[in-house]
């Protein structure tokens, strides 16, 4: 089974200061995983991909398959950056389906 | 880039009667499209997954005779959703990939919030 966990549904720091939102994946294949972030009254788009391994935006993400992790950071805050956060994975096996984590809202402080 | 289409943005029904929502893809075809469901302040469920010209896929728990969904032609997926209840008030959200190609994406609807009174 596919699960993603993001363990902060909040997140407050202030502008300037780095960022970590943090994510953890559970899935015995392996796995693709991204983040999408939702700005105020937008549709979702893609952040970022693990394959791409682009930094968008100035946040970056490093899959870690010892840690299970795919935490996505930026050194250095913008206010632009307030928004919903969600990590998720697709399998490499079977449905192409795309799982979610809860998500996280981060905001940023001037 | 690509882009897809949902509509209604917003509906309110009464309760007992069907409510249809439609997801297009405007350029480019899209061979498997995904329906979500979103509540208040939570992430996004998987309801089920279609791929055009096949019946679909739904996640456990998912009334499959609640929320029909039909994917007919490579661009276009609706979900009705039957009898609608004030319980399936949310916030419904398509998805539509070409599922071909290294590392293809998604393309996400700008969402549907139901509002059954």
């Known amino acids: 089974a596919q699960r993603v966990t993001q363990p902060e549904k909040l997140l407050s720091v202030f502008k300037g200061a780095p960022v970590e939102l943090k994510c953890n994946y559970s899935y015995s294949g392996s796995p693709e995983l991204f983040w999408y972030v939702q700005y105020s009254r937008q549709r979702l788009q893609l952040l970022l991909r693990?394959?791409s391994r682009e930094s968008i935006k100035g946040f970056t993400a490093d899959l870690n398959k010892g840690e299970t992790s795919f935490h996505l950071k930026k050194p250095f805050a913008q206010e632009e950056d307030s928004a919903m956060y969600y990590c998720?994975?697709?399998?490499?096996?079977?449905?192409?389906?795309?799982?979610f984590g809860q998500g996280t809202r981060l905001t940023i402080n001037p | 880039g690509a882009v897809v289409s949902q509509h209604p943005s917003w509906v309110i029904c009464k309760s007992g009667t069907s409510v249809k929502i439609e997801c297009r893809s405007l350029d480019f075809q899209a061979t498997t499209m995904f329906w979500y469901r979103q509540f208040p302040k939570q992430s996004l469920m998987l309801m089920a997954t279609?791929?055009?010209?096949?019946?679909?896929?739904?996640e456990q728990g998912v009334e499959k005779d609640k929320f029909l969904i039909n994917h007919a032609s490579l661009t276009l997926s609706t979900l009705t959703v039957t009898s609608a209840h004030p319980e399936d008030s949310s916030f419904y959200i398509c998805?539509?990939?070409?599922?071909?190609?290294?590392?293809?994406?998604?393309?996400f609807g700008s969402g549907t919030r139901l509002t059954v009174v």
């Open positions: 998805s539509a990939t070409t599922g071909q190609g290294a590392g293809y994406g998604y393309t």
């Open positions: 998720a994975l697709r399998g490499n096996q079977g449905a192409q389906k795309l799982v």
């Open positions: 693990h394959i």
């Open positions: 279609s791929n055009e010209g096949s019946k679909a896929t739904y």
